[in-house]
């Protein structure tokens, strides 16, 4: 997804009572909210539909990663 550097998940809980847990690591660029608004809107919405639940409490963490340096020569 534009400005997602990376993203880890774990599906907690078991068959009665899952639960998402996701670490999404921003591009500096990136905007938070439009990146958890796409999430929610779209990768979420297939977990929740993958278990044939209504809804999928989820946790999810941003981090912002570090631009490398330019280097000045």
Known sequence: RPGVAGADTHLAGGRTSPRLRAGLRLEPDA??????????ARPLTAARDSTGLESLPTEVRLKRVRHKADRVS
Do not use: E
Request: a negative charge.
């Open 31 to 40: 905007s938070p909210a439009a990146t958890l608004a796409d999430f929610s």
